[in-house]
């Protein structure tokens, strides 16, 4: 059987010795790789291409879902808030992660202007007009409407009915 961990941290050495940056993800599905990739936000100038990202896209792609919900995925470190976020949102049945922030950060900085990852979490629990990040709500009757008419069009375009995206069993 295939260490799929071990496969990961290869992927992410592989990176790193391109010129990468040291993240990389591997996707699972019966004991099999569905997908994998390293980070590439690097070498793309794409901040959202980040390994987790990449590798998720690639394994929906194949399957024709959004759901991994009977995938395992194998990640290099504790995901970034971007990532946490599209591996809730492809629910796999488990991700492992293999390294914590706070065991390499000694190594590695990804400080930007607005994010810094050892506070992210605490800017992300605040209410939109209290973050750093500047954020301004467009309250103006006509704009209103009209993005509201667009979930209105999603709405009978589906029945009529407010309801969630099925999960399928995993």
């Known amino acids: 059987m295939t260490d799929f961990a071990q496969r990961t941290i290869d992927l992410a050495r592989r990176n790193v010795a391109e010129g990468g940056r040291p993240f ?8 099999e790789v569905l997908a994998e990739s390293a980070n590439k936000a690097a070498q793309t100038n794409d901040p959202t291409a980040h390994a987790e990202i990449l590798a998720i896209r690639d394994a929906c792609r194949k399957l024709g879902t959004e759901h991994l919900v009977d995938c395992t995925i194998y990640v290099l470190a504790h995901p970034c808030p971007m990532c946490l976020g599209s591996l ?19 190594y590695y900085l990804d400080d930007r202007k607005y994010f810094e990852l050892s506070t992210f979490y605490d800017e992300f629990a605040k209410t939109w007009q209290r973050r750093r990040l500047p954020m301004r709500y467009e309250p103006r009757p006509d704009i ?23 999960v399928p069993p995993g």
Request: hydrophobic residues 30%; glycine residues 8%.
């Open 24 to 31: 990389a993800t591997v996707i699972v599905r019966g004991g």
């Open 88 to 106: 809730y949102y492809c629910s796999p049945r488990e991700v492992v992660f293999l390294t914590t922030r706070e065991a390499y950060e000694r």
């Open 144 to 166: 209103r409407l009209a993005a509201m008419d667009v979930y209105r069009l999603w709405n009978e375009r589906n029945g009529g009915q407010r309801r969630s995206t099925t």
